[in-house]
């Protein structure tokens, strides 16, 4: 299912459409998309590999060369950074087989999996054709220049429920994905609520009542998360996990992804409001639904569920969102955050207020980033909680 248009004659209520037929990364290939737009996340992907093939050697081989092994990626997207980790874990595996002197190696199935709005049409176009399996060995494969060694399918769905039949996933990876909420707190844009998140849009700078139901809403979400997974993944299977995390005890304070959401981008929502633009309360309704959690947000719930035993729980810094060929160039500076925001947050904006004015937002947004380009630069850094976990 495609995301809305935008168009401002048809303009879609984030509060009442269900968030996972909304909710995707900016599609396609433009200067706003999150294919372009993901440069840091492949920095950072890659800073953690050492992490991730401590993950992979845990895992259990099989010995029947009939069984395929099998990558699911929860929370694709549409960028080439699954395809180079998917790469990464099946060559890892595949020289692990190799090393334990199995004569076969087994064929490799990846499942790439998002939310229906995903952009599953260009992710699909930046695959390599399939290498010929049939005319030598995996290495081989492997080593063909501009192929890929596995078959690939897209499974739509929410990762917050069974996307899988029972015991089929040997590793399960999930990067910069799972901060993002199944929905924003119900009471968070009630204004009868306590928790009523008024003259914000997201969770920074929030009450201590708002912050802790987003905590809940991310605990409830990662409890389901976690069952799913529990069923899905065969005896010996692995999961390794990168999310947007803070070391901050406080959930009002989201580290990185407070300064990305809840400064430049809030005050920009509060210049349309006071130029007469939108309302306020367009403006209220509005809420981002991403959680930063803690190590113990998230230790939390791996105890409670009890399916899994935690080989690594830590937070990994991993730098700035931010890719800029000339950090002294304040108005690219500014363009880069404003893209860096809209890659990830563009359509559910534009469902909310449409795309001419989700167009003045974003304008906005790069020219507050830019008079502050300097201080964005030094400040602006995501930390990650990265997680290796095993079935019990």
């Known amino acids: 299912m495609a995301p809305p248009s935008g168009d401002n004659n048809v303009v879609v209520s984030s509060a009442n459409v269900k968030l996972e037929r909304l909710l995707s990364m900016k599609g396609g290939k433009g200067e706003a998309s999150y294919a372009n737009n993901s440069q840091a996340q492949a920095k950072h992907a890659r800073s953690m590999l050492h992490l991730l093939k401590e993950t992979l050697d845990g895992v259990e081989l099989s010995s029947s060369p009939d069984t395929p092994f099998v990558v699911a990626d929860l929370g694709c997207s549409s960028g080439s950074n699954t395809i180079f980790i998917v790469n990464v874990i099946i060559e890892h595996i595949t ?16 499942f790439f999996a998002d939310l229906p709005s995903n952009d599953f049409n260009t992710l699909f176009q930046l695959l390599p054709p399939l290498a010929n399996q049939d005319v030598g060995s995996m290495e081989e494969c492997l080593a063909s220049t501009g192929h890929r060694s596995f078959y690939v399918a897209g ?29 924003v707190p119900e009471s968070v844009v009630e204004k009868s609520s306590t928790a009523y998140n008024k003259g914000k849009i997201y969770i ?69 409001v006071q130029e007469g633009l939108i309302t306020s309360e367009k403006r209220d309704d509005f809420n981002i639904p991403v959680y930063a959690p803690s190590l113990q947000d998230f230790k939390q719930v791996v105890e409670a569920n009890g399916s899994f035993s935690i080989k690594k729980l ?34 559910l904006v534009d469902a909310h207020i449409g795309d001419k004015l989700s167009d003045q937002l974003f304008l906005r947004v790069a020219n507050r980033a830019a008079n502050k380009a300097a ?7 995501f930390y990650h909680i990265v997680v290796s976990l095993s079935l019990i």
Request: with cysteine.
């Open 314 to 347: 830590e937070v990994f810094q991993g730098g700035s969102p931010l890719v800029v060929s000339r950090p002294d160039d304040a108005v690219e500076v500014g363009k880069a955050l404003a893209n860096s925001c809209r890659s990830v947050s563009g359509v």
């Open 204 to 272: 920074q700078g929030a009450n201590k009542i708002t912050a802790n139901e987003y905590k809940k809403q991310f605990q409830t979400d990662l409890a389901g998360f976690l069952k799913a997974r529990s069923k899905e993944m065969r005896k010996g299977g692995s999961m390794f996990i990168a999310l947007l995390g803070r070391t901050s005890e406080d959930p009002a304070d989201q580290g990185g992804a407070g300064l990305l959401f809840g400064t430049h981008f809030q005050d920009a929502w509060n210049d349309l």
């Open 375 to 381: 201080e964005i630069l030094e400040n602006l850094q």
């Open 95 to 110: 020289k692990r087989y190799e090393a334990s002197g199995y004569s076969e190696v087994p064929e490799f199935s990846a």
């Open 155 to 183: 499974v739509p769905g929410s990762f917050y429920r069974r996307l899988f039949p029972a015991k089929s996933i040997d590793v399960f990876y999930s990067a910069f994905s799972l901060h993002w909420l199944s929905q």
